[in-house]
Structure formats: C-alpha cells, structure tokens
C-alpha cells in the first residue's frame, strides 16, 4: 500500500466523523417499499402490430368523430372500424380493460379521448382507507406489494398488478389525441408494478401529486411515444428495473425531472468502463421546462444517446445523495451524442412568493409554473452528484449561466450508510471527453460561462483537454482511451469553500419555503453568499493580525512592507474572486500568489530580525506562504497527485495556530515610541527603541547604548513566542 493510501485510510474516521458534524441527511426525494432488482433473465419487449385484444374508448360518437376528422384517412378509418367494436364490447374506462387482462401478451388500445377514469377517483373507504403503513417524509403511505394491489387506488388513477407482457398504446395521429388526466387526485397516473414486458406507446399522461408514468420493479419495459406533463414529482419514473427503453417520448413541467430511471439495475457494480450491457436505453426523448430534464438517484447502467434536454433549470443529474434506493453508490452511466443547452430556467421564486405552498391545482403548473422539490444549481448541463464511472462524450452542451459540467462528491452516510470505509466510496472514475462546448450543432458559439466545477474530491476522474474555463483552473486530462488520465489526483475531500457551499446550498426544502440565504443558486448576491462572507472574514481576520504583526515588529523593513502591502492586495482579491466562482478564476489564483508571497517575506524578514532566533513561529509563518504558494500551483498549473488533501485544508488548519501564535507573538511586545512625536529620546531620557530591534541594539541590530531602565520589571519586549 502506497503512503498515500495509507494516509487516506487513517483519515477516512476524521473525515467521517466531520461529515457527519456539518451535514444534515436530507430527506429521501422518492420513497418506496423495499424492493429488490429483477433477475435479470427478461429483456426488452417488442411492438406488437396485431389487432388489440381490448379497446377503451368514450361514449359519445359525435365527439369522437370530430376527434378523428383530420386524421390521415386510413388512420381515421381504422379507429371509426375499431370505435364500431368498442361500443359494442370495450370498456369506458382505462382500468376496466387492465383488470379484464387474464393472460399474458394481451393488447389494450385506448381510442383518442380524454379519460379521467372517475371509478378510480374517489377517495378511499372501508378496510383500504385504514392501512397501516409508514408514511413517507411527504405524507404518502408507503405501501407494500399487497396493499397496492389490495387498494390500487388508495394512490392510483390507472393500476397495472403483475400484468405480464401487456401492451397499452393509443390509437391517435399522435400521442395529443389520447389523454390520461390525474387532475392532481392521486398520487400516480399510472402505475405499473412487477409487471414485466410492459409497453406503453402513443398517449399522453398528466397532472399528478406524484408521478405520470411510474413502471417499478420490471424486468423487461418501453415507454415509446408517450408525453408526460404537469406533475408535482416525475414525468417519466421507473425504479429498480432492468432491460427497459425509453424511446421518443417528451415530459416538462415537472417539479423534479422530466426522465427519472432510478436504481436502475446495478448490473455492472464492480467493472470499469467496460460492460457488456445497460439496464435501461434512453434515445430520442426531449425533456423540457421541469427542475431537470433527466435525474436519477442510483442511475446505473444507463444508456442515455441522441436526446435533448433544454430550458430546465439543469439539464441532467445523477447522485448518490438520497437513501432507500437500491444500487448506491450511482454508477456506469453512459451519456452521448445528446443536446444538453440553455439549462437557465430558474423557478425557486414560485417557493419563495408561496405558490408552490397552494393545493397543487391551484399552482398554474398549466401556465409554466414549476415548483423545485430538490436543491439544484440553475444553469448548469450536467450534475453528477456522488457518481462513479460515468462516460460523457460527443454530446453539445451550450448556453448555460453556471456551468456545463458539475461534479461534487457525497459521503455515504447521506444515503444512510455509516461504515467508515465506505464514506469516500463517490466521484471516482467519471470521464469527460470529446464533447463539444459553448458550440451548437451549426457552429455557433453559445459559451457556457464555465465548462467545468468540480469540488476537486476522487480519483480517476478527468476532462478533455480543450475545455475553456473551469474552477478549479487545472482538470486532470483524459487520455486516447477510458482510463488513461494526465494530471490526476485523489483527493479524499473536497476544497473547503466548496464544500461549504454545498453544506448550505442543501438546506433547502420545499414544504418549509427554506431557501438558504447564502446560496447563489437562490438569489443569493454579493455579500450575501457564503463563499464571499467566508473570504471576507478570512481577509478581515488576516488583515487585523497581520498588519498588527507588521507594525509592531516590521514597519521600518522595506522588504516585509511590501510584502505587507501585496498580502493586503491578495486579500482583496481573494474576496473579489469569491464573487465570481464561476468565471475569471484567475483572480483567486492571483489572490493566493499575492498571499503567500507576503507570508514567506514575511517569516523570512523575521528571522532575519536581530537578537534572539524564535524559529518556531518564523517557520510556522513561512510555511504559511509555501503552502499558500503551493495552493496556487494546484489550482492553476497541476494538480499534485501525492497528497490526499488539498493545500486548502493543510494551509487552513495551520493558518488557526499561526493565528493564534501571531496574537500572543504581537501581544508579547512592548509598544513602541512615536516617532511623530519628534523625540529622539524616551521618557527616561535615552534613544528611542525600535519595535524592530531587541534591547541593547541600535537600529541597525548593531551596539548602541543600553537604555535606562526602572531597577526591577519586565523588559521593554519580551520577544517572539
């Protein structure tokens, strides 16, 4: 084992137990029953063309054929044929004609209508409205299998129970003309539990509490052609389920994300970037005008290719971040050839002003109005929160106010893990290649205002080597092939400043209306942030002792003036680059330069000071400015690959006890004489001591005359400490 592995072993209890100090677990954002992935031995069913085995239509033949009219005429001639026989044998209601299913490989075809499925709307009575289960942290009952299938609309509109092989698809020129309507009365449109070989196609689904669309614990779904809208949660959920495809579908207007394949079956735990397989494929879908067009909380294995997700708040996420879901920590996603841009939406208002505390119909979801459940930084392209090998390549992604790329680490008592070992188990492994920033598909330049954030924590993660601005202005470079990384380090935290704002920046929650007031992803400006009250202190807290240090032991020396004066400047700037963590990242750096070069000049300038060496103190100052100087070469130029922690935690933590031996060092010393007073004596009538000088030195540090002094008490300078 490496020393360096070693050292990140020791530190893992320290970072753990700091972990748990400064974070609080946030709430899980889907909560469901326990539930285990498929086998695994299903796989992705197939269109089938035959005529259905039931129809669903409305009553009511004038309206239906003004619904058909404009339909190409061999289309409109199948459904007047198919409205013909369901009139006469179909049902009136979507959930009449799931129930009726007593076979596998039955098909449903839903003729163009709006179905608000009123048996299924009322709400609960008798035995149903008595469950005991717990409920989840949004109030829901969180009901097993058997209740689900004992109440299936205690939270439903449209219920499919371990249906297998069941092909529900509507009959319209497109998936407008066929509507499943929640009208916000529960809690999912449709759900489709353990029903393996599912196929949806072609209708749309809106308007729930919850989710449009939910398929879980399925070995074997498509969701082809389906639009979902308007909902509190989820367009699009499935979870804990394997060989699905979602094709050519659309969803916005979501509180959550447009497209959520959570846990995702974790099939490829443990591989590298090669794997023999994906659980789920996304292709051809658009996501739009939600909090974010695509998310998953253990989104393993998931093939996401050829889709566009645009004017959400973010365009895509993946995290490790939330507990009871199977396959944490997230891993092995695979995003390309998708259009990812103008992720600048910003609907946190709606939370603030109290609409989003209005019963849910009441909110305008239908006038654009979408209510934020999670904390995301608006403007950003993709987020991985808390991922491990993932691959982003040949995807454009353009147009965004914070960043095209978003990467942080999440320690893994977040998701309710607490072994030790396991708390620095994310953002390890991700690749960033070949992909094409602040550029569109025609060639035009839409900048991000940053291409790259990262927290600076995990191994093996890089980007291309082109990409523009970043923070921190150094990325370890990908090599030709997955795996080859120029430049990389592992780092078992993440920068300090970052990492605070992170802590703050989760403090947000719907239902309370708390927005944290120091995150910019808020509102939140100048002085009002925390990375720029963090750097203010800081420079305050410096300038104060510093200066005091340099006038009451320096001021007569050229050099350690100014050294004073650029630390000062550095100090400044450190401040003026908290305001602008997202662009013009030299200004931090240059900060950092300025500093550490006051401190070195500083220490240095000290131990050059006549009388008594104190090397403690005058080492500790120096060490102060490598570091510092050090920090800066990390940030800008190359990353140090042999430390497990940033300069900024080394220099933080030394910079409390240079702090405080800097007062004691400044207090020990006696004040020295004015010389605006114009004397060139003291008041017992000898030379004027310099605050620079020991007792018996002239200002020079050579021989001078001893000073009178009373016959007993301290001297006039007690020195360095």
């Known amino acids: 084992m490496s020393w360096t592995r070693k050292v990140r072993t020791a530190l893992l209890p320290l970072v753990a137990l700091g972990a748990l100090l400064l974070t609080a677990a946030p709430a899980a954002a889907h909560e469901e029953r326990p539930v285990e992935f498929p086998d695994g031995t299903g796989s992705v069913p197939t269109y089938r063309e035959e005529e259905p085995d039931l129809l669903v239509c409305k009553p009511g033949r004038a309206d239906f054929e003004a619904r058909v009219a404009d339909f190409p005429a061999a289309l409109r001639e199948r459904n007047l044929r198919l409205y013909e026989r369901c009139r006469d044998r179909g049902f009136e209601h979507l959930q009449q004609a799931v129930d009726a299913v007593d076979e596998p490989g039955t098909t449903i075809a839903v003729l163009p ?53 069941l092909q529900i698809e509507g009959t319209g020129a497109d998936r407008g003309d066929v509507v499943i309507d929640g009208q916000y009365r529960k809690l999912n449109v449709i759900r489709a539990d353990s029903a393996d070989g599912v196929y949806f196609r072609n209708f749309t689904a809106q308007r729930s509490t919850f989710n449009s669309l939910y398929v879980l614990a399925a070995d074997g779904f498509v969701i082809d052609d389906v639009l979902t809208r308007w909902n509190d949660e989820y367009g699009f959920l499935t979870f804990a389920s394997d060989h699905g495809l979602y094709r050519d579908c659309e969803s916005y207007g979501n509180g959550d994300s447009g497209i959520y394949p959570g846990s995702a079956s974790d099939i490829n735990d443990g591989r590298g970037y090669d794997v023999p397989r994906y659980a ?42 939330f507990p009871g879901h ?14 990812i841009h103008d992720n600048n939406q910003n609907y946190y208002p709606y939370v603030a002003d109290g609409t989003c505390a209005k019963p849910p119909a009441e909110r305008g979801y239908e006038q654009g109005v979408v209510c934020p459940q999670i904390s995301m930084p608006p403007g950003t392209g993709i987020i991985t929160a808390g991922g491990n090998w993932n691959l982003y390549r040949d995807n454009w992604i353009y147009g965004h106010q914070r960043a095209a790329f978003y990467l942080n680490a999440v320690p893994a008592f977040i998701r309710g893990e607490g072994a030790p070992g396991k708390q620095l188990d994310t953002s390890h492994h991700n690749r960033y290649a070949g992909n094409h920033l602040g550029v569109d598909r025609a060639g035009n330049e839409r900048p991000n205002k940053t291409d790259v954030w990262w927290d600076g ?13 970043s923070n921190p202005r150094t990325l370890p470079e990908c090599g030709p092939r997955p795996g080859d990384v120029s430049g990389g380090s592992d780092r078992i935290v993440g920068e300090p400043v970052k990492l605070a704002q992170l802590l703050v920046c989760a403090e947000y929650d719907v239902q309370a209306r708390k927005l944290p007031a120091g995150c910019d992803w808020y509102g939140a400006r100048g002085i009002e942030r925390i990375e720029v009250q963090i750097a203010l202190a800081v420079a305050v807290l410096l300038g104060l002792v510093g200066g005091v240090l340099w006038w009451r032991l320096l001021r007569r020396d050229a ?70 100087l050090l920090d800066a070469f990390d940030k800008s130029v190359l990353l140090i690959p042999w430390i497990p922690l940033s300069p900024a935690w080394l220099r933080m933590l030394l910079g409390l006890v240079w702090v405080v031996w800097a007062v004691v060092a400044v207090a020990r010393v006696a ?25 018996g ?22 020195g360095l400490a």
């Open 113 to 165: 209508g709006v179905y608000l499925e009123e048996p299924s709307r009322p709400k609960p009575t008798g035995a149903c409205a008595r469950l005991k289960a717990p409920r989840s942290d949004l109030g829901y009952q969180i009901l097993s299998y058997a209740q689900q299938k004992r109440c299936p609309h205690n939270q439903n509109l449209v219920a499919v129970m371990g249906k297998r092989d």
């Open 280 to 321: 789920i494929e996304i292709t051809g879908c658009r996501s739009h005008h939600n909090m974010v067009g695509y998310s998953g909380t253990a989104g393993d294995s998931v093939w996401v290719h050829d889709n566009e997700f645009d004017h959400n708040m973010g365009g895509a996420s993946m995290d490790s971040a």
């Open 326 to 339: 199977p396959g944490l920590p997230q891993n092995h996603a695979k995003f390309e050839r998708n259009l």
């Open 457 to 469: 924590q995990g191994e093996g993660n890089c980007w291309q080597g082109d990409a523009g601005a």
């Open 559 to 628: 050099i350690a003036t100014v050294a004073a004066a650029a630390g000062a400047a550095g100090l400044v700037l450190d401040v003026v680059g908290s305001a602008s963590s997202y662009a013009h990242t030299w200004v931090p750096v240059a900060a950092l330069v300025l500093t550490g070069a006051w401190w070195t000049a500083t220490g240095l300038r000290l131990r050059a000071r006549p009388g008594p060496r104190r090397p403690g103190f005058t080492g500790v100052t120096v060490a102060m400015g490598v570091l510092t």
């Open 671 to 695: 004040p020295a004489t004015d010389p605006a007073a114009g004397s060139a004596a003291d008041s017992t009538g000898g030379p004027a001591a310099d605050p620079g000088t020991e007792p």
């Open 697 to 718: 030195e002239g200002p020079e540090g050579k021989a001078g005359p001893e000073p009178r002094r009373p016959a007993a008490g301290p001297a006039p300078e007690a």
